[in-house]
T-cell receptor
Framework: EAGVTQSPTHLIKTRGQQATLRCSPI?????VYWYQQALGLGLQFLLW???????NRGNFPPRFSGRQFPNYSSELNVNALELEDSALYLC????????????FGQGTRLTVV | DAKTTQPNSMESNEEEPVHLPCNHS???????IHWYRQLPSQGPEYVIH???SNVNNRMASLAIAEDRKSSTLILHRATLRDAAVYYC?????????????FGKGTLLTVNP
């Protein structure tokens, strides 16, 4: 069974540009979570989508947005990129049940220059 | 979100057991205890989870205190591949709290 897949693996953008990151969850998982991990720092919760709706949002500015498609895949958009947005962006998927684990992709390394 | 407390770092020798502690004194009755680990340059990996009873799987064992205010992740025989940051997380049941809130975790070093 395929795990969580993220694309692209690496992305280099210029300050002020927009970045789009994609995530395909494990088949059957309806929840998708996005996290940011800046170099040497912990995982910061960004967004949670379930059944196509945004369910929760972390403490990030509105230029971080996303959506979930009918097939449960998800997209994270970061507008007006700043140098501080350089980080590893991780996507996880799970069933919408607390008693089940979440499974992470390998991440997209975004570099803003 | 209910908070967990873990030691910043621990050290072990290869092929010895490792006991990674986690305190969660404010746990609520419906919070599940989840453990994840993150190897260098990789995304986090699910390890194990439990509610009240001790749990075993192919990766590790989870021992949960009777009052549920603490738990211990047990790696029975540490290998070099187990060197990682281990996160203990409470995952609430219901509402907007299905998200996983990661703390700083415990950095496990395994000596050959």
């Amino acid at each position: 069974e395929a795990g969580v897949t993220q694309s692209p693996t690496h992305l280099i953008k210029t300050r002020g540009q927009q970045a789009t990151l994609r995530c395909s969850p494990i088949s059957g998982h309806t929840s998708v979570y996005w996290y940011q991990q800046a170099l040497g720092l912990g995982l910061q919760f960004l967004l949670w989508y379930d059944e196509g709706e945004e369910r929760n949002r972390g403490n990030f500015p509105p230029r971080f947005s996303g959506r979930q498609f009918p097939n449960y895949s998800s997209e994270l958009n970061v507008n007006a990129l700043e140098l501080e947005d350089s980080a590893l962006y991780l996507c996880a998927s799970s069933l919408q049940v607390a008693g089940r684990g979440a499974f992470f992709g390998q991440g997209t390394r975004l570099t803003v220059v | 979100d209910a908070k967990t407390t873990q030691p910043n770092s621990m050290e072990s020798n290869e092929e010895e057991p490792v006991h990674l502690p986690c305190n969660h004194s404010t746990i609520s009755g419906t919070d599940y205890i989840h453990w994840y680990r993150q190897l260098p340059s990789q995304g986090p990996e699910y390890v194990i989870h439990g509610l009240t009873s001790n749990v075993n799987n192919r990766m590790a064992s989870l021992a949960i205190a009777e009052d549920r205010k603490s738990s211990t992740l047990i790696l029975h025989r540490a290998t070099l591949r187990d060197a990682a940051v281990y996160y203990c997380i409470l995952r609430a049941h219901g509402g907007s709290n299905y998200k996983l809130t990661f703390g700083k975790g415990t950095l496990l070093t395994v000596n050959p």
